[in-house]
């Protein structure tokens, strides 16, 4: 569904960055934005329910930059789809908006080169960066430094799946992305009662005909959580929310795959489980006469050529993230963590248990 043909020196972009107390970080984002080679004619960072100095900040911050605004969010209980759609709705006559999180860093082209990929495709909705995790400051433990690691693996990781269906990406995530504000419109904006609005919004982007894609070359960096708890809480949000959504959506040409890509990530769970259970018992049973058959070696190699295959994208790659990739002990270890995770919010999600934002 294109629309029209824009110049792009007539664009008019829009950057909204939802704050809800950011303080700490809301004046680098604001630092990101102004100096981006293609600045966005307004700045709105959205005041949501905010009960530290995050509103002092801007304002300050604005009086040097006039196109930085701040919008203080009324009677939102609606968490972040709630704030942005209180902004979106009083725009007119906007071609795009860049949405991100207050908390991510972005590229200084970053807005330049999503323009220029919108205006050379008409048929998009929305194009979001790459999913870059920020550096780990300060005195770290070995836990959150190796949490961290798994997280910035796991990240690369996307960005490799994304190269291989850049025209059919799953989600236009919410770390920083630039959305064709007609589309927008016309999906209705934000899902306000989702807890995973970007998700939501992305299958309705694709029932409405149009695409939505991701580059590489559009960089932004996010926080990642450095402990479990919070790790734990991030995941089973954003799993619970997408079993939701697809609950929602039902079963038609755009969902079918993913519904059944969560039927074989059951099937494939269950059966890792059965075969590392024998794997064991067979190697405490047999470890005196253990052979290796020339094609588990074979299989074993090609494996390991795709893991470090795989690793150039991930920024400034160090020794220690190689030797967690290749030792595969921690890795498996998160995923069994993350398969926990989806089950439980299978649970959550079909016996219609309340679930946080």
């Known amino acids: 569904m294109p629309f029209s043909h824009s110049v792009v020196r007539s664009t008019l972009v829009i950057a909204i960055v939802p704050a809800h107390n950011e303080q700490d970080t809301i004046e680098q984002t604001l630092c990101d934005l102004v100096t981006q080679t293609c600045q966005p004619n307004r700045i709105i960072v959205v005041a949501d329910n905010c009960t530290d100095n995050t509103i002092q900040v801007v304002q300050t911050f604005a009086q040097g930059w006039p196109l930085v605004e701040v919008f203080i969010t009324k009677d939102n209980k609606h968490k972040k789809a709630g704030a ?14 860049l949405l991100m999180d207050a908390d991510t860093s972005l590229g200084e082209q970053a807005i330049e080169i999503a323009v220029d990929y919108m205006e050379k495709h008409q048929d998009t909705a929305a194009v979001c960066s790459r999913a870059g ?3 780990l400051h300060g005195n770290a433990t070995v836990w959150e430094w190796l949490l961290h690691r798994l997280q910035r693996i796991e990240y690369a990781m996307f960005d490799s799946q994304r190269v291989e269906t850049l025209g059919t990406i799953k989600v236009v995530h919410g770390m920083a992305a630039l959305h064709r504000f007609g589309a927008m419109h016309l999906a209705g904006f934000y899902d306000c009662n989702n807890i995973v609005e970007d998700y939501d919004l992305t299958l309705t982007y694709k029932e409405l005909g149009f695409k939505v894609v991701s ?3 559009m960089e932004a960096w996010t926080k990642v959580p450095t402990n479990l708890k919070e790790l734990w809480t991030q995941r089973l949000r954003w799993l619970r929310g997408g079993v939701d959504t697809l609950r929602k959506h039902g079963w038609n040409e755009i969902t079918y795959k993913e519904i059944l890509q969560h039927f074989f990530v059951v099937i494939l769970s269950l059966s890792r489980a059965v075969f590392s ?11 005196d006469s253990l052979r290796f058959h020339v094609v588990s070696v074979f299989a074993m190699v090609i494996y390991l ?7 150039k994208y991930l920024e400034n790659a160090c020794t220690a993230d190689y030797i967690i990739r290749i030792s595969i002990i921690p890795e498996l270890l998160y995923s069994n963590f993350q398969t926990v995770t989806l089950y439980y919010a299978y649970y959550l999600s079909f016996l219609n248990r309340p679930q946080d934002w």
């Not at 942005?84 to 908006?97: F, I, K």
């Not at 259970?277 to 470890?287: A, E, H, N, Q, V």
């Open 215 to 217: 580059s590489l070359h």
């Open 133 to 135: 995790v920020q550096e």
């Open 305 to 311: 050529f795709d893991i470090l295959y795989r690793m």
């Open 84 to 97: 942005v759609n209180q902004v979106l709705e009083t725009l007119e006559n906007v071609d795009y908006v």
């Open 277 to 287: 259970t024998l794997f064991l018992i067979y190697l405490i049973r047999y470890s």
